[in-house]
């Protein structure tokens, strides 16, 4: 395919090694009522990527590209789930506590579903992580190797948080990342524009950027 336009410079891949990979659109982070905002998050920041994702998981379907879908969600028992990581930040809900939705960040409850809008498809892939990045206990550079894939188009929330932390952790892999800028979000906006800075700095240090509309226009023109 001819190079993306991105940031710091294009963005050369092939949609056949490469997952479309959505880090974490779950309802506990969106939707209130859930663990963003128990954490005092405003989450309507979150919220309003939304419409840009969907556009970008329909072009990418279209055209056969293969989906990954991360969750950031605990076993029932909290096995998984450090004390630490439970108590830090003295929310008013605790991972494992029951709210609106569910236990919170506990899988199989509706909180940890994705949102409706951008729900995984037939075979596409859903993987539970009980850590911020995406390979931490999931088994998952296992699968990306079986599968030959080199590359990964990265949306998702929250930018400086599960995304910043999964590209990093596949950008030491040898993956190459792309994170679409529209299509990731944080609860402060500040964070959001420091990751996207960071991400493409010194020669696409951890990897590049780019805005949905590049790969979109590349998408529906098939080259
Ligand atoms: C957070 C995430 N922010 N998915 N998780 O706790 O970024």
Request: a negative charge.
């Amino acid at each position: 395919m001819t190079p993306l336009e991105a940031r710091p410079f294009p963005y050369a891949y092939d949609l056949a090694s490469t997952l479309l990979v959505i880090i974490d659109m779950q309802r506990d982070f969106i939707e209130p009522g859930g663990f963003g905002e128990s954490l005092g998050n405003d989450v309507s920041r979150l919220s309003a990527i939304v419409p840009a994702c969907q556009k970008v998981l329909k072009a990418w379907r279209d055209n056969g590209g293969q989906v990954l879908y991360t969750r950031e969600a605990h076993r029932e028992d909290l096995s998984d789930c450090p004390p630490a990581k439970r108590n830090r930040g003295n929310p008013s809900l605790r991972i494992g506590d029951v709210g609106p939705m569910g236990r919170i960040l506990v899988a199989g409850h509706p909180g940890s579903d994705i949102v409706p809008a951008l729900a995984p498809q037939g075979q596409e892939w859903v993987i539970d992580k009980p850590g911020k990045g995406m390979f931490y206990k999931t088994g998952l550079s296992e699968r990306l190797q079986a599968a030959g894939v080199s590359h990964l188009i990265f949306m998702g929330v929250t930018t400086e948080v599960c995304v910043q932390t999964s590209m990093r952790e596949a950008n030491d892999r040898g993956y190459d990342c792309l994170l679409l800028e529209d299509c990731t979000e944080s609860y402060f906006p500040e964070y959001k524009q420091a990751i996207l800075d960071m991400v493409r700095a010194q020669g696409a240090i951890v990897g590049w950027t780019a805005h949905s509309e590049s790969l979109l226009r590349q998408l529906s023109s098939g080259s």
